[in-house]
């Protein structure tokens, strides 16, 4: 399965200049994110200690990647990366050496 790395961001331009209305938001994205973790969406979650920016690992396909994003756009940017472990590179690495040995 396919692992994502996504890399979010605060969109600053939309976020609610009152602090409390920020807060609110906040909360109620950090309340989807909980819900998320449980149910296994993200196999690892995180956020910068200044708030602007995170990161999650995920397995979900780019159709279920696209519908999880949705909910928290348009506050947030996402970047989204496929990624492989250190085993499916030490693979794919030595099938590249055997190639060049032909």
Same mark, same amino acid.
């Given at each position: 399965?396919?692992?994502?790395?996504?890399?979010?961001?605060?969109?600053? *331009?939309?976020?609610?200049?009152?602090?409390?209305?920020?807060?609110?938001?906040?909360?109620?994205?950090?309340?989807?994110?909980?819900?998320?973790?449980?149910? %296994?969406?993200?196999?690892?979650?995180?956020?910068s200690v200044?708030?602007?920016? %995170?990161?999650?690992i995920t397995?979900?396909?780019?159709?279920?990647?696209?519908? *999880?994003?949705?909910?928290?756009?348009?506050?947030?940017?996402?970047e989204i990366?496929?990624?492989?472990?250190?085993?499916?590179? %030490? *693979?794919?690495?030595?099938?590249?050496?055997?190639?060049?040995?032909?």
């Amino acid at each position: 399965m396919t692992k994502h790395l996504v890399l979010w961001q605060v969109n600053g *331009n939309l976020w609610p200049k009152s602090a409390e209305e920020g807060l609110k938001l906040q909360l109620g994205m950090l309340q989807m994110v909980k819900e998320d973790i449980a149910k %296994g969406v993200h196999k690892d979650w995180g956020m910068s200690v200044n708030g602007a920016m %995170g990161y999650t690992i995920t397995e979900l396909s780019e159709k279920e990647i696209f519908a *999880n994003i949705m909910r928290f756009q348009p506050y947030i940017q996402f970047e989204i990366h496929p990624i492989i472990s250190a085993d499916e590179l %030490g *693979n794919i690495l030595q099938a590249a050496m055997e190639t060049l040995k032909k």
